[in-house]
């Protein structure tokens, strides 16, 4: 970063904390505000990402900091009385015996008498807070100590009572497990697929994202559901002596209990319970992600007492991610829309985790290489952290004798069949044809995607048809599509042909920014691009811009200059440009009220983590999207994170870490939608 960039937004940010007080002053205390409210927010806004980018700048006095006074904060802090904590994992026998031993040896007692079996729901953790019998607050787990208080979400689910009895005690604070039923699951996503909208991965992150909508209406059309299965603070309730006598109180209480629980009087009869949950997981209507064992007494329970991190008297164990063996059919490879060649299993259908998988990605060749897998193979598949499908080896003992290797194509799949070939150090392979037609076909629909130029009515089908056709053999084409033939075709009514051009023309109202996401430049993702169309404001400047220029605006680092600069240079996308309608040649960089409009704060509170190489964004550029949308983008996984992204080449300790923690795990299209919606999938 430049000095002048720092200098520039330590300037601004003073100027800003001065007129956001200014303006509290003004709407707080002296009842005239000056300015509507949205102005104040978007002065606000355009703090809280200067802050984001140069987090060492943020003043401990700022009007961002002051927590509870931010009236665009999504959800208020709220800090549990008593912590909400973690479990430990045994993940066999021999670690839940010697979870037993360990508390025994605590004791005074010889041994802690009876067990509580109950399953381990795969959802999130969640704070009831009921006084005088009414439900007055709700919140989210967090770090433990400080959670978000999400009760207008929470009072849309129908299973959790508004009022308890009138027996129930004065202060009575509930935990257990918001989850998402299957067929609530299931039934959202057929709902995308009817609108045509991308599905959502899986139940736990669905249910996640939908607590934390900021319009309740949203959560309640979701179908959310909770089981209790613990206390936090309570004032003035019965005597118990048992955890079980606990649950069978919050049960009468009218409160969702989870009827699969055992009372048993060993770790043999424990881990019976858990063997049972292998098979029981298939059956339920809901998913669980392994069992906790409690010890019963809670007299035992105060005096084994609890870690800084997990009580000593319970223990979760966790239930492997499923796999399943399928037969791997073939390997084939995509081209994406820069011309990187992937190699992927197609599989025979096989329903594992939750759905059904007949792809996976493989990476690249010394994946397939190290895995050894081969067409005609059985393999081993299962999804990582339940969410990307993965095939992790062959079964060898099933491998027909004489099955050859799978060796990597040297042609591009398309019919000009131009070769593949491998690039140094990096295990990718690309197609270098710049008429590429599958090439052409991603760079096609990325041009009319949402963040590019936004172009309704031109899907992946109609883009496959005009390719075929040779209507369009660039982007520059879309402008010149010849309509009098498109009518003539099949599926094509005056209605339609009128609605796509007319898409196609409002197209050319984008401002500089989408057409810059449009142009698909290799590292330029949609905060980098609006960082250069701010900076420079206009095509031709960008253009004419030297290496040395470009990296020297704020955010925009060497590799991201070189490579906007040889986009530019290359003849064939001058001619390209030179095509393309004047109005999008010359469009502006959008005016700053929409600027910052167009970054909603949509990661506020979340961290996220970021690991291997994604196609829109370099290393630096992802954090500082992640950053400018408010969330935190760290170098490591912890159980404060809110998600994983995977991209090409993970690293496999942040997965393994992931998946451990049980942090929910992305791939590039899901994060890019986390990042427009603030919903996790
Ligand atoms: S008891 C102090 N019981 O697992 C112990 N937790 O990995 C509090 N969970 O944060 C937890 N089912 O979100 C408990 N039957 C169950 C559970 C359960 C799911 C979750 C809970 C907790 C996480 C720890």
Redesign the pocket.
């Known amino acids: 970063m430049t000095e002048g960039a720092e200098d520039r937004a330590e300037h601004r940010i003073a100027e800003l904390v001065e007129l956001i007080r200014y303006h509290d002053q003004l709407y707080h205390t002296d009842d005239v505000p000056e300015i509507p409210d949205a102005d104040y927010d978007l002065l606000k806004r355009e703090l809280l990402e200067l802050e984001a980018t140069h987090p060492e700048l943020t003043r401990p006095d700022s009007p961002t900091q002051t927590v509870g006074a931010d009236p665009s904060t999504l959800f208020e802090p709220v800090e549990h009385r008593v912590p ?4 430990d994992n045994a993940f066999d026998r021999d670690e839940l015996s010697a979870w037993a031993d360990r508390a025994k040896r605590r004791l005074a007692a010889e041994d802690f008498g009876g067990l509580v079996c ?4 795969d959802g ?2 969640v704070s009831l807070r009921y006084e005088d019998g009414r439900l007055v607050q709700a919140a989210t ?1 967090g770090n433990g100590r400080v959670g978000e208080d999400i009760t207008a979400n929470v009072l849309t689910l129908r299973t959790v009572p508004h009022r308890l009895p009138a027996e129930a005690p004065q202060v009575l604070e509930v ?1 257990g ?1 918001v989850y998402m039923p299957l067929a609530a699951f299931d039934a959202l996503n057929a709902h995308q697929d009817a609108e045509g909208k991308p599905r959502y991965a899986n139940p736990r992150n669905t249910a996640a994202g939908s607590l934390r909508q900021k319009d309740p209406s949203i959560t309640a059309t979701r179908g959310l559901s909770m089981w209790c ?2 206390v936090g603070e309570v004032q003035g309730g019965p005597e118990v002596a048992t955890h079980s006598a606990t649950l069978e109180y919050l049960d009468s209480l009218g409160l969702p209990v989870n009827p699969e629980t055992a009372a048993v009087d060993s770790v043999d009869a424990a881990w019976q319970f858990v063997e049972r949950c292998e098979t029981m997981r298939h059956d339920l209507p809901y998913e669980i992600d392994g069992a ?1 064992i409690k010890v019963d007494r809670l007299d035992l329970q105060q005096e084994l007492g609890s870690t800084s991190r ?2 000593r008297w ?1 223990v ?1 164990y966790k239930l492997p991610p499923e796999e399943q063996t399928t037969g791997l059919l073939d390997i084939h490879v995509s081209i994406g829309s820069k011309g990187k060649a992937t190699p992927f299993a197609v599989l025979e259908p096989v329903f594992v985790g939750g759905s059904t998988v007949a792809m996976a990605t493989l990476h690249n060749e010394d994946q397939v290489r190290e895995k050894d897998v081969r067409p005609g193979d059985t393999v081993v598949v299962r999804k990582a952290g339940d969410v990307i499908p993965e095939v992790l080896r062959p079964v060898l003992a099933d491998r027909p004798s004489g099955l050859p290797e799978w060796v990597f194509p040297e042609v591009c799949p398309c019919p000009h069949q131009q070769p593949l070939t491998r690039q140094g150090g990096d295990a990718a392979h690309y197609c270098r044809f710049s008429r590429c037609p599958e090439q052409l076909r991603g760079w096609i629909e990325h041009f009319a995607a949402r963040n590019a130029l936004d172009i309704e009515h031109l899907g992946e089908q109609r883009v496959r048809l005009f390719i075929d056709l040779g209507f369009i053999t660039d982007v520059s084409d879309i402008y010149a599509l010849p309509y009098d033939r498109i009518r003539e075709l099949e599926g094509f009514g005056e209605l339609s042909v009128a609605n796509l051009a007319d898409a196609i023309e409002a197209s050319k109202q984008q401002p500089l920014a989408r057409l810059l996401v449009g142009l698909n430049i290799r590292h330029l993702g949609d905060t980098t691009c609006e960082l250069l169309a701010d900076d420079l404001g206009s095509l031709d400047r960008i253009m004419g811009a030297s290496v040395e220029e470009l990296a020297d605006i704020d955010g925009i680092g060497p590799i991201i200059a070189e490579s906007v600069h040889e986009f530019f240079q290359s003849d064939v996308n001058q001619e390209i440009i030179q095509r393309l309608p004047k109005e999008l040649r010359e469009a502006k960089s959008s005016d700053p009220d929409a600027e910052a409009e167009s970054l909603p704060q949509t990661l506020e509170g979340m961290t996220i983590v970021v690991t291997g190489g994604l196609e829109g964004y370099t290393r630096d550029g992802v954090g500082a999207a992640i950053k400018a949308r408010g969330g935190k983008s760290p170098g490591g996984v912890s159980s404060k994170t809110t998600a994983l992204v995977v991209g090409e080449n993970p690293g496999a300790s942040k997965l393994d870490k992931a998946e451990k923690l ?1 942090v929910p795990i992305l791939n590039e299209a899901q994060f890019q939608r986390l990042i427009e919606t603030g919903e996790l999938p």
């Open positions: 909400m904590m973690s479990l109950e399953l381990k729901f999130l953790a787990r935990r497990e299965y613990s906790v997990a009580p319970a979760a049980g």
